[in-house]
């Protein structure tokens, strides 16, 4: 199934350099993949995703191990973000 991985800030690291100038990735992903799974197959620090949202809806992190995607889904994580 197809899926967009979205990543901000400093997390767009973690993403191909052609992918960093749209935060976009198309992932290509077995159905019933979830959340969790695609954290951690793209190396991205847990404790660095703060705001995960699917299709414009929060993932609670107690949630993003059970929750599969479904294909076209967008799955769009950020980092915290400090300032003042």
């Known amino acids: 199934m197809q899926v967009t991985l979205k990543l901000y800030a400093s997390l767009a ?16 992903l077995p159905a019933g993949t979830t ?21 414009g809806f929060y993932v609670a992190p107690a949630e993003r191990v059970s929750h599969a995607l479904q294909p076209d889904d967008e799955l769009a994580i950020w980092p915290p973000i400090a300032g003042g």
């Open 13 to 28: 690291d973690h993403l191909p350099a052609a992918a960093r100038l749209t935060h976009r990735l198309p992932l290509d």
């Open 35 to 55: 959340v969790a799974e695609v954290i951690a197959q793209q190396n991205l620090p847990p404790k660095l995703c703060h705001l995960v949202l699917v299709n």
